[in-house]
T-cell receptor, first 110, second 114 residues
Framework: GQNIDQPTEMTATEGAIVQINCTYQTSGFNGLFWYQQHAGEAPTFLSYNVLDGLEEKGRFSSFLSRSKGYSYLLLKELQMKDSASYLCAVRAGGSYIPTFGRGTSLIVHP | EPEVTQTPSHQVTQMGQEVILRCVPISNHLYFYWYRQILGQKVEFLVSFYNNEISEKSEIFDDQFSVERPDGSNFTLKIRSTKLEDSAMYFC????????????FGPGTRLTVL
């Protein structure tokens, strides 16, 4: 099986930068996804990393270190609408199906 | 922008009854998925479907569950003899491929078993 760890909750201020970490233990790593999920809604795709390094996409960036089993999602210029749960999901073991972590609930306050 | 649609948005059923949850994946997508999310818990994979057959399934997806693509557009999840613990949000998703292709999720069906 896979073990995926994320902080349960984080708070940040509007306009600030926040980094949400995800660590995983798995064999046969085959990609890591970040999804955003607003309360009562479906997850929406943010990023995909399979090689080490930083992927930047507008205000959001995602980093991966395969040797450390570690990823982070960086959100810049936080807006109130960024208050949501952020889900780290890992593919491994020859499967194309991502296993989701419990998610990090981000609260952005004025 | 194309999107995955699901019906109904909310289904209430009595324990022991059968329910069918419906999904219309994005039209040029080839891979279809069902996930569930019990309130306050993580998203859990149920089953994936490609080329008119199941390609992967989890241990949750036992004989109580079945999937079908009855025509060229719909993708259904049938839950037989529902139990209280089947109450959850059920998400359908689709993707064009299975590599780095993102999965697009539908808005979900909230199933409540009484």
């Amino acid at each position: 099986g896979q073990n995926i760890d994320q902080p349960t909750e984080m708070t940040a201020t509007e306009g600030a930068i926040v980094q949400i970490n995800c660590t995983y233990q798995t064999s046969g790593f085959n990609g890591l996804f970040w999804y955003q999920q607003h309360a009562g809604e479906a997850p929406t795709f943010l990023s995909y990393n399979v090689l080490d390094g930083l992927e930047e996409k507008g205000r959001f960036s995602s980093f991966l270190s395969r040797s450390k089993g570690y990823s982070y999602l960086l959100l810049k210029e936080l807006q109130m609408k960024d208050s949501a749960s952020y889900l780290c999901a890992v593919r491994a073991g020859g499967s194309y199906i991502p296993t989701f972590g419990r998610g990090t609930s981000l609260i952005v306050h004025p | 922008e194309p999107e995955v649609t699901q019906t109904p948005s909310h289904q209430v059923t009595q324990m022991g009854q059968e329910v069918i949850l419906r999904c219309v994946p994005i039209s040029n997508h080839l891979y279809f998925y069902w996930y569930r999310q019990i309130l306050g818990q993580k998203v859990e994979f149920l089953v994936s479907f490609y080329n008119n057959e199941i390609s992967e399934k989890s241990e949750i997806f036992d004989d109580q569950f079945s999937v079908e693509r009855p025509d060229g557009s719909n993708f259904t999840l049938k839950i037989r003899s529902t139990k209280l613990e089947d109450s959850a949000m059920y998400f359908c998703a689709s993707s064009e491929g299975r590599g780095q292709d993102e999965q697009f999720f539908g808005p979900g069906t909230r199933l409540t078993v009484l």
